[in-house]
C-alpha cells in the first residue's frame, strides 16, 4: 500500500521537523514492512513551472499532428514549446519544464530546434513527470500563478511510503489503521477521519428494497443520493491523494469510493440506482448463473459464492468486485452507495476460486471493520452531495446482524512470562489500551478486542500486541543453551553414506514437490491392477494439475530430468531420497477426520486421524540419459545403458553395507528384456535397467534413458560389524569357466558357485563373457577367478581342484552347468 506523508499527517500529528528516516524507524517499529520510499520531491530537478498557453498553432506538414505554443512562464516574453498533445487550449494552465530540469528517468530539457521551429521546453503529462501512468494527454491545471514552482499544484512536494500490509495486521490496509500506529508510536495525537461523519439510524422505509439471506453478511448498509453528477470531474486534492496512492481518477463516484477505502479501509460499491430493477437481494449463487464483472470477464458463479441480486440477476460479486449491469456510467444521475462486512473466509476463497483479486477483496479477507459500514456510507454520500451536487435521500437501511465480540481471558503476567521483560500491570493494559481493546479485571485481565482487530482471538495475540507496541527492542536477546544430542539415527547414516556415495559416483542430488498429476501412471505405463496407481490425493493441493501424491519417485524426478533437457543440457544422472506415500489398508474406506483447531483434539479423533496415514516408505531413485562417457579426441564416447541403472543400485547397496543380488526382472516402467531385479537377503527391493521406449516418448525422455528405484525402509539395517580376521597364509588362485544357457543370469550363477565353494572362498570375480558356435546355439561361457584362502595353513593344489569342482557340481545341478574344457 502507497501511503503519502501529507495524507498521514492530517490523521497523525507529527512532529515539526520530523525526517523522512525517523517516520521510516517509526513505521518499522510498529511493525509494518517498508518497502520503498518514494521522495517525490527528488523527482524532476531544476525549473518546473506554471505556464499559460497564450496562442497555438497548427502545424499541418507534417505526417501526425503538431502544434507550436507559445506559453507564459513568467518571463518578459513567452516560450516557443512545440508538443503533439490536443487536450489543450488557448488560455489553459499547464506544467512546463524550461531548460536545464531533468524529468524521471534522467530525461534533461534542452532548447532545440525541431519541426521547424524552436522549442524553449516541454509541456509535460503527468507520466512525463512521474505522479502517475496517465499519458493520454498533458495536464491542466485548475488553478495557479504563472511562473511559480509547480510541484506542489500536481504533487511533487510530498514523500510517499509504500508497505507491505502482512496478513496479521489487514486494519493497516488503510490511512486510518497507519496513522493510529504512527501516533502511538511517536507519543503524538490521533485524529480519527471516522468522526468527520455522522451516524444516522436506520429508517423504516430504505432508500433501496433489501432482504440479506446469507449469514456470510452481518452488516448490510445503504445510502442514496439524486440528482448527483456522478462522473464530475474530483476535487484537485482527492485526484491528487489517488495518483499518488497508485490509483488514476476516473469519475467522482468511483474516486469516492476508493478514496475512502483507501482511508478508512472500508470497501464501497456505487450502484445506478435506475439500473436496478426491483429488490437487492444478497444471497449465495446458485450452480449455473454467471455474471460478467467490470473487468469485462464473464465469471461462472460457485455455490459457495456471496451475490448481490435484483430481478434482472447478479449484480455483484460481493466483495470483490462489482458487475456490469449496475456499474454508474455517463448518464448516472441517482446513486446507492452499498457498504457491507463480508465473511472474510468466503471472501478469501471466492478470489482465488475465480483468480480474482482486488482491492476490496485484500481488505475484507483480512478482515474490514463492521462497526464504520454506516460511517463510511454516510461518508460517501456526503462527499457526493458537496462535489457532485444532488441531494441525500432521508432513507436508511442498515440490515445489522453483528453478535457481540467474544472476550479474552489474559493473566497479567502471561506477556513477562512469554518475553522475559518485566511488564507491569499499567504497562500491560496500556498497550492493549492502544490496540483497541477494553480492559477489565485485576490480576486475570478480561479484554475486549476492538471492533477492527478480528485477529485478536487468543491470549497469545494479546501478548503479542504488548511486546510489538511497547517496543521489540525492549525484548532482550541471548543465545539459547544448546542442548547435547543422541546423534544420527542408524537410518541417518545410511542416507548420507548413500548420498554422499552417488554424488562422489557423478550422480546430481535434487529435491522434487511429491505432487504428480493423475495422468502419470498412463505416462509410466504403469498396468491398471498395478498398486502404484492407488495414489493418495490431496484435498487442497498446491497445483490443481498435480493433486496426487507419489508412490514412485521417479514419477516427480522425471520432471526435473525434463526441465534440463529442456534448457539444452543432455547428459544427465540425477538423484532424489525421499518419501513415497501408500495409502494404508482400508484406506479408503475410512472418513475425513475433522480435527479442531481451537483446541486439542480428542484421542479418539487422533488415533482415526492416524489410521488415514498413507505408509510413507523411504526410497531412492537414479535416471541417466546422454552419454555416460563423452566422446574425444581418443574416445568414441559411450552412451548410456542399462548397465549404469544397475551399477548404481550396486553403488547403493554398498553404501548401505548389503549384498545386492540380481535377477532378470519385468516391471513397469522398465523395458522387459532389460530390466534387473534387485534383491537383497532374496527380498525384492527394487528395479534397474532402461525405460521402455513407449515411456521415453510419452515422457519425453531420450530414448534408451536408463533408471534405477529402490525401496530403501525394505533394506535391513546391517548389524555391528565384525572385526575382519586376516590370514597370513598365501591364496590359492583357480580360473574356472563354466558353459550356461544364454539366458542364465550371470549374477545367478555366481550365487551358485559361491554356494558351492563355501567357507574357503575369498573372492569370486567374473572377468570374460564368452560365446562361439562350438559352444552352442544359444550358449555362453562364463569364466570366474576363484580366490581361496584358509586361515590356519596353506591350501593344496588338490583342495583347491575340490573346492572348483564343488562351486561347479551346485552350478550344474542348477543351471546345467559344465566345465569349459
Known amino acids: 500500500m502507497r501511503i503519502p506523508v501529507s495524507w498521514l499527517s492530517e490523521y497523525a500529528a507529527l512532529p515539526e521537523g520530523l525526517s523522512t528516516a525517523e517516520l521510516d524507524a517509526a513505521l518499522v517499529d510498529a511493525g509494518l514492512e517498508v518497502e520503498e520510499v518514494h521522495d517525490l520531491r527528488e523527482q524532476v530537478a531544476g525549473p518546473l513551472v506554471v505556464g499559460r498557453v497564450a496562442s497555438v498553432e497548427e502545424l499541418t506538414e507534417f505526417k501526425k499532428p503538431i502544434r507550436h505554443c507559445h506559453v507564459e512562464v513568467g518571463e518578459d516574453e513567452p516560450r516557443s514549446i512545440i508538443c503533439g498533445a490536443r487536450n489543450f487550449a488557448e488560455g489553459d494552465l499547464v506544467v512546463v ?62 514523500v510517499v511510503f509504500e508497505l507491505a500490509i502482512t496478513p496479521d495486521m489487514g486494519y493497516c490496509f488503510s490511512v486510518r489503521g497507519i496513522a493510529r500506529e504512527v501516533a502511538h508510536r511517536l507519543g503524538v495525537a490521533f485524529a480519527d477521519p471516522v468522526a468527520k461523519a455522522v451516524e444516522h439510524p436506520a429508517t423504516d422505509e430504505p432508500p433501496h428494497p433489501i432482504r440479506v439471506e446469507t449469514d456470510g453478511c452481518t452488516r448490510f448498509t445503504l445510502r442514496a443520493v439524486h440528482g448527483v453528477d456522478a462522473n464530475a470531474e474530483s476535487p484537485e486534492w482527492m485526484a491528487k491523494r489517488l495518483t499518488q496512492a497508485g490509483m488514476r481518477p476516473i469519475g467522482l463516484a468511483v474516486d469516492v469510493t476508493n478514496y475512502l ?65 449496475s456499474e454508474v456510467g455517463p448518464g448516472t444521475r441517482n446513486v446507492l452507495i452499498e457498504a457491507a462486512h463480508w465473511d472474510p473466509v468466503a471472501i478469501a476463497r471466492t478470489s482465488r476460486r475465480h483468480r480474482l483479486t482486488s482491492e476490496a477483496s485484500k481488505r475484507y479477507e483480512r478482515g474490514a471493520d463492521p462497526a464504520i459500514s454506516m460511517l463510511a456510507a454516510q461518508r460517501a454520500a456526503d462527499l457526493l452531495v458537496e462535489y457532485g451536487g444532488g441531494t441525500l435521500a432521508d432513507q436508511v437501511a442498515d440490515v445489522d446482524h453483528r453478535g457481540p465480540v467474544e472476550a479474552i481471558e489474559l493473566p497479567v503476567d502471561l506477556p513477562a512470562k512469554t518475553t522475559g521483560v518485566d511488564y507491569d500491570r499499567a504497562t500491560v493494559v496500556a498497550m492493549i489500551e492502544a490496540a483497541g481493546c477494553t480492559v477489565e479485571g485485576d490480576e486475570v485481565l478480561t479484554v475486549t478486542p476492538a471492533s477492527w482487530r478480528p485477529d485478536l482471538t487468543d491470549p497469545a495475540d494479546l501478548v503479542e500486541e504488548v511486546a510489538r507496541l511497547h517496543g521489540y527492542k525492549h525484548i532482550p536477546s541471548s543465545i539459547p543453551r544448546a542442548i547435547a544430542g543422541t546423534g544420527l539415527t542408524p ?26 498429476s493423475r495422468e502419470r501412471a498412463d505416462e509410466l505405463g504403469l498396468d491398471e491392477k498395478d498398486p502404484q496407481r492407488d495414489a493418495v490425493a490431496v484435498l487442497n ?37 525421499g518419501l513415497v506415500f501408500v495409502p494404508s489398508e482400508g484406506w479408503s474406506e475410512l472418513e475425513i477426520v475433522d480435527l479442531p483447531v481451537s483446541k486439542r483434539p480428542e484421542d479418539e479423533a487422533i488415533s482415526a486421524a492416524i489410521q488415514r496415514l498413507p505408509v510413507q516408505p523411504r526410497h531412492v531413485a537414479a535416471i541417466l540419459c546422454g552419454q555416460a562417457v563423452p566422446a574425444g579426441v581418443d574416445s568414441a564416447g559411450r552412451a548410456v545403458d542399462w548397465a549404469d541403472a544397475v551399477e548404481a543400485a550396486e553403488i547403493v547397496a554398498e553404501a548401505s553395507g548389503v549384498k545386492l543380488e540380481t535377477a532378470q526382472g519385468e516391471s513397469a516402467p522398465w523395458h522387459p528384456g532389460r530390466c534387473a531385479e534387485l534383491r537383497v537377503d532374496g527380498e525384492v527391493v527394487g528395479h534397474a535397467g532402461e525405460l521402455h521406449p513407449e515411456v521415453c516418448e510419452a515422457l519425453g525422455l531420450p530414448r534408451r534413458t536408463a533408471a534405477v528405484e529402490i525401496d530403501l525402509t525394505a533394506v535391513a539395517l546391517p548389524g555391528p560389524a565384525s572385526a575382519p580376521e586376516i590370514s597370513h597364509y598365501p591364496a590359492t588362485l583357480i580360473d574356472v569357466a563354466v558353459v550356461v544357457a544364454e539366458v542364465v543370469p550371470s549374477g545367478e550363477v555366481e550365487a551358485a558357485l559361491r554356494e558351492g565353494a563355501g567357507e574357503l572362498l575369498d573372492s569370486l570375480r567374473l572377468f570374460d563373457v564368452y560365446r562361439d558356435a562350438k559352444l552352442g546355439e ?39 552347468a559344465t566345465i569349459r574344457e
Open 97 to 158: 519544464a524550461l531548460p536545464g530540469a531533468v524529468l524521471p528517468g534522467g530525461f534533461t530539457i534542452g532548447s532545440r530546434k525541431t519541426y521547424g521551429r524552436l522549442s524553449e521546453g516541454m509541456i509535460c503529462s503527468a507520466r512525463e513527470l512521474g505522479v502517475s501512468d496517465d499519458h493520454e494527454g498533458i495536464m491542466v491545471l485548475p488553478e495557479g500563478t504563472v511562473g511559480e514552482d509547480a510541484r506542489a499544484l500536481v504533487g511533487l512536494d510530498d
Open 491 to 516: 537410518e541417518q547414516r545410511r542416507r548420507r553414506r548413500v548420498a554422499r556415495a552417488l554424488a562422489d559416483n557423478g550422480f546430481v542430488e535434487t529435491y522434487t514437490f511429491p505432487f504428480v
Open 541 to 577: 493441493p498446491m497445483d490443481d494439475a498435480a493433486p496426487l501424491l507419489r508412490t514412485t519417485i521417479l514419477a516427480s524426478l522425471v520432471g526435473a530430468v525434463r526441465t534440463n533437457l529442456a534448457r539444452g543440457t543432455r547428459d544427465l544422472a540425477v538423484f532424489e531420497e
Open 261 to 325: 477505502m483507501l482511508e478508512l479501509g472500508h470497501p464501497l460499491h456505487a450502484f445506478d440506482l435506475d439500473r436496478l430493477s426491483g429488490d437487492l437481494v444478497v444471497r449465495r449463487a446458485s450452480s449455473g448463473e454467471k455474471l460478467t464483472t467490470l473487468d469485462d470477464v464473464e465469471r461462472a458463479l460457485d455455490p459457495e459464492d456471496m451475490v448481490i441480486y435484483d430481478d434482472s440477476g447478479p449484480l455483484s460479486l460481493a466483495g470483490v468486485m462489482g458487475g456490469e449491469s
Open 778 to 816: 544359444d550358449r555362453k561361457s562364463l569364466a570366474f577367478k576363484m580366490e581361496l584362502r584358509a586361515g590356519d595353513r596353506t591350501l593344496t593344489n588338490e583342495e583347491g581342484v575340490a573346492i572348483r569342482d564343488a562351486a561347479v557340481a551346485v552350478a550344474a545341478a542348477r543351471f546345467g
